[in-house]
């Protein structure tokens, strides 16, 4: 019998589902390491079995799959074990050496039940994608690879879910956390690493075609006037043609007008959701609004949850339904279609003058949030 290489065997390897729970990749207060261990624990994990024996020899072979491992390497996986444990998240039942035996129940969900259902919202990556950052040459990335790990999971965490969400894929099978567009300021704060650091990881995470990130190069003016970059669309590599086609209605549905030469949003709904959204709040700290007025805010509310409806980003930033029962005109009627004209929410025609060309690799919001320049305020518009 011919035996293999380990290039034929690494490519016959198949790619494994590791769910996270986002709480534990999102904690600022767990360590790089502990997050990359984490990871690994994640992979082998069963929902039979509560006690595991492990190495750091095993654990360095899943991401880098060789024993070729040295003594500082060694460090950075005890570290991690060790911190995990300081969290309460696992719980050691022997050690020699570098050789363990540990309790993981504590890190156990259901990853086939719902979010609603175990109250656990999670996310999903793979082993391949994990290995390939671990393999980065050094020559190509000197930094720390367990803060890239860290970063990456993030991002993939930040993948919008959802029917809304939902695409058919080429292989006849449907999909959602395909697409996200989250600002470089949220991925700073979720993934605890600083908005320069971010834009270099993003080029190398390009380089080894784990993202592909599209980048509209257009501006973008907030409901408080404002001026920001278009938030980039982050995706896998693999779903690179998608990435791209929602990329472009993202700028085309948010970003400037070349030919009016004005800043402006592209359809009067999202001129209406911005303003409704302003309202909701005003509402909430006391100011007053005819029935009709509160009626709207009321319609934009349940628009507003339902569309951002299992989103993890989104599970504490959904508005508030029980604080309209205590307007009696509230009922379900006012979710139907509403057959009077809807009011109009003009938009100021300021000209801000056309924007220089930008032949670069890096979007307009990169470049506001690289460190030479002040940050611009980041604001949720709903």
Not at 63 to 80: L, N, P, Q, W
Not at 220 to 231: K, V, W, Y
Not at 304 to 330: A, T, V
Not at 355 to 378: A, C, G, K, W
């Amino acid at each position: 019998m011919t035996k293999r290489s380990k290039e034929e065997y690494e490519e016959y390897r198949l790619p494994q589902k590791i769910f996270l729970l986002n709480s534990v990749i999102r904690d600022k207060t767990i360590s790089d390491n502990g997050i990359l261990v984490y990871c690994y624990l994640k992979a082998i994990q069963r929902a039979d079995i509560n006690y595991y024996p492990m190495s750091v020899e095993l654990m360095d072979y899943f991401f880098r799959h060789t024993f070729d491992m040295e003594t500082r390497d060694k460090k950075k996986y005890v570290d991690g074990l060790n911190d995990l444990e300081a969290h309460n998240l696992i719980r050691k039942i022997t050690e020699k050496k570098f050789n363990f035996e540990y309790d993981l129940q504590k890190i156990y969900f259901d990853p086939t039940k719902s979010n609603k259902e175990n109250e656990q919202f999670f996310t999903v990556v793979y082993s391949d994608e994990l290995c390939a950052i671990m393999q980065i040459e050094d020559d190509n990335f000197s930094g720390s690879k367990a803060k890239l790990v860290r970063y990456f999971v993030n991002v993939v965490s930040t993948f919008m879910k959802g029917k809304r969400w939902t695409f058919d894929l080429l292989n006849d099978t449907k999909k959602d956390g395909i697409v996200g567009f989250s600002s470089i300021q949220n991925l700073s704060d979720i993934s605890n690493i600083n908005k320069d650091t971010i834009v270099t990881y993003n080029k190398i995470l390009e380089k080894e075609k784990l993202l592909y990130i599209y980048r509209a190069n257009e501006l973008i003016l907030r409901s408080d006037r404002t001026l920001d970059g278009i938030t980039n669309t982050y995706g896998r590599y693999r779903y690179k043609k998608l990435i791209k086609s929602k990329g472009e209605q993202h700028k085309s549905e948010y970003g400037y007008d070349k030919e009016k030469d004005s800043v402006k949003f592209k359809t009067k709904k999202t001129a209406e959701r911005k303003s409704l959204g302003a309202k909701y709040y005003y509402l909430l700290e006391g100011q007053d609004y005819d029935e009709q007025t509160i009626i709207e805010i009321y319609r934009y509310v349940v628009e507003y949850n339902k569309r951002h409806e299992g989103d993890s980003f989104y599970e504490n930033k959904l508005k508030d339904l029980e604080f309209f029962k205590q307007f009696p005109f509230i009922t379900e009627d006012c979710l139907k279609e509403n057959p009077k004209p809807k009011r109009k929410f003009p938009i100021d025609d300021d000209n801000w003058g056309v924007p220089n060309s930008m032949d670069t690799d890096f979007s307009v919001e990169e470049i506001l949030d690289m460190p030479t320049l002040n940050d611009v305020e980041i604001i949720d518009t709903g």
